[in-house]
């Protein structure tokens, strides 16, 4: 593995602690907001100084896993001769639904690029599948396995209405930090 690759896979590793440390951030200087109980794009809702440390925070994340679909798309290049790898495709169009959290409110059809975000349900295992003996070790099975399951059940709680309003924001916190744990894998 090059040195171009290792540091756009470890940019994977960022988008989690650089979200969760502006959201806190706008957390904190927003009136009534409530981390537990809110989801982060409410921020944006907020305007003002909160808005703007969403915006910074999705915009960053966003980028983050972009550069980080570069490095798997390199990566599966170089393991397997392909031109395309589909595992890198999803996680391209995840950080750029990620980045429209930042640009449009909640309730615009542009919003997390109007569900595209769910695409994170299968990124790691397609990328998974794609590196193939890149990521022997049970542990990377596991943790595919894990973060995909995450997904399908907050997806289910949210389509289903049983994420419990008084916990959505931590709810959001713990699946996202679930997803965001398979690049730790890489």
Excluded: K
Aim: hydrophobic share 50%; aromatic share 10%; glycine share 14%.
């Amino acid at each position: 593995m090059s040195r171009v690759q290792r540091s756009l896979l470890a940019a994977g590793l960022l988008p989690l602690p650089w979200f969760l440390l502006w959201t806190t951030l706008g957390g904190a200087v927003t009136p009534g907001y409530h981390g537990l109980v809110q989801q982060g794009s409410e921020l944006l809702a907020a305007g003002g100084a909160g808005a703007l440390c969403l915006r910074v925070a999705a915009l960053g994340s966003g980028l983050a896993f972009l550069a980080f679909a570069a490095g798997l798309w390199s990566l599966t290049r170089s393991l397997t001769a392909r031109r395309g790898a589909v595992g890198a495709a999803a996680w391209t169009l995840f950080g750029l639904s990620i980045m429209s959290n930042g640009v449009w409110p909640m309730g615009s059809p542009l919003h997390g690029l109007y569900a595209a975000s769910i695409v994170n349900l299968v990124a790691p295992a397609l990328a998974h599948l794609e590196l193939g003996g890149r990521l022997p070790r049970r542990r990377d099975y596991a943790l595919t396995a894990a973060v995909s399951v995450g997904g399908v059940v907050y997806l289910w709680l949210n389509l289903t209405g049983h994420d419990p309003a008084a916990w959505r924001g931590l709810t959001q916190g713990v699946f996202s930090s679930v997803n965001a744990a398979w690049p730790f894998g890489v």
